[in-house]
């Protein structure tokens, strides 16, 4: 009696009651997708409700700007030589998914968390097991299609393939699960949303198209840099922007710049809801990218995985239960965040981490 005493103790102690403080913070990781640095300006929920009042780590780099690398690297906390995934197309999900068991959603979950994931994943998982949830997770919302788009996606829920091709755009799609998420999920959780905006073909929702139409990029010094003698060869050898490569690249910002409107409206439900459930008092929140992008940069008008600071360097803003606000100006990998995490949660890592944990300068 006294044992099953404790035991239903424990299992209601696992569930929210509003207005409880849980010794447990909540976790809930914002992983945009191909997202620059520069974008946070187009951007005034994210800037008012998570940059503002919250850390702004300014020197915030990724060892490898590609998706399936740098999303590996979050879920393992290891460096790219480390944890093996070196590409999208080749690699990708299926060098993770040797690694999985024994990756940051199975530390959390050990440590007494209710794990969801929302969003995309790691590339090629449509492809390889769409049907397919990886261990460490009590709630799964994935992209399992196997082409990145914002309409005409199947997301597998649960283990259950299920097709979106009415119309409905993934943005919105995924900001009602990551709310009925906050809504029903016990505490503690930790929630990894993982919207595909702005990631190419970068369409933006039905209300937020043309709302850039009339404002153009803006043009960094480096911009189809004149002068590139200091450059790679890979670099020196690319020609001049023409007129038409620089007219698509405004159209791109733009399609980008709209397609982020979305998400930002999605920051802003999310706080609310933590707001109105009284969660917001003991929950991180984490919004990062996977990596960025160059838009005509040094002469590159489409591609990412070149060390250059449109690519390595983007938004890491983390917003915590009554903590401190402002710049840290500390050189920082998405390797610290995975190492923050497991400290944050009293978790324990599997592997020998390779980060650094920010814990401490929260």
Known sequence: LAASTLLSLGARARRRRPGRRVYKPNII????DDMRLDGVKLMPNLSALLRDKGLNFTRHVLP????????????????????GVLGNKIGGYAVYQTLEDNALPVWLTDAGYYVGHVGKFINNYGKIAPKHVPPGYADWRAMASEKLG??????NENGTLVHYDNGEYTTDVFMDKVINFLNVAPEPYALFFWPNAPHLPATPAEQDKGSFADVDMPILPNFNEANVSDKPSSIRNLPLLNADQIAAIQEV???????LQSLDRGIAAIVSALETSGQIDNTHIVFTSDNGFLLGEHRVDDQKDLLYEESIRVPLFWRQPGGQTGARDELVSNLDVTAALVELAGATAGRVLDGTSLAPLL
Request: contains cysteine; proline residues 8%; hydrophobic residues 35%.
């Open 29 to 32: 990781h914002i992983c945009a």
């Open 64 to 83: 490898f700007p590609l998706c399936a690398p740098s999303r590996a690297g979050i879920l393992t906390g290891l460096q790219p030589h480390n944890h």
């Open 150 to 155: 914002y309409t005409g996606f199947r997301l």
């Open 253 to 259: 910002w733009r399609s980008r710049a709209e397609c």
